[in-house]
């Protein structure tokens, strides 16, 4: 497995896995989120983010986390395995707001250059609402209509964050 992407709800843990995961493989990580802002959160171009990471995808090991379905095309045609994480819409809530107070006004591995931690109702919403009405629902859509053939590994406990990195550790 030389290509893995990880997608998961903000705050399932798709960084610290895809850190772990590069640690223990030395592939290397990259974050989607970094192509989709410029300094001070501002928004880049789509087609310019896309184009970005469509060039990523193109080399010849990565781990890419991030789920944005957008970007699924360029992606799922080079990936040779999925790593879905499965936590609950509360977790994830928790986790995020964990992040967002801890980590406010501080830089962060998975954030663009210039752009720091913030914490805001928008954010909070789109954890809680957002993403498991809108963003969850149109990622299985892509996955189902575009996987084909790419394994799925769906991460639901620590054992089984285990039993993934055994496997690639091996090989598999």
Sequence with gaps: MQRIMIIGGHGAGKT?????????????VIHIDKSYHLPRWKLRPYREALA??????????????????????PRLKLTDLIVYLHVSTVKRVLRYSKRAIKGFGKSRVDLPDGCKGKLGISGLKWVAFGYPLKMRPAMHKAMADMVGSVPIVHVRSKSDIIKLESRLLAGA
């Design 16 to 28: 610290t896995l895809a850190l772990r995961l590069g640690k223990a493989t030395g592939l290397p």
């Design 52 to 73: 970005e990471l469509e060039a990523y995808t193109l080399a010849d090991r990565w781990i890419m986390d991030g789920d944005d379905f957008r970007s699924f095309g």
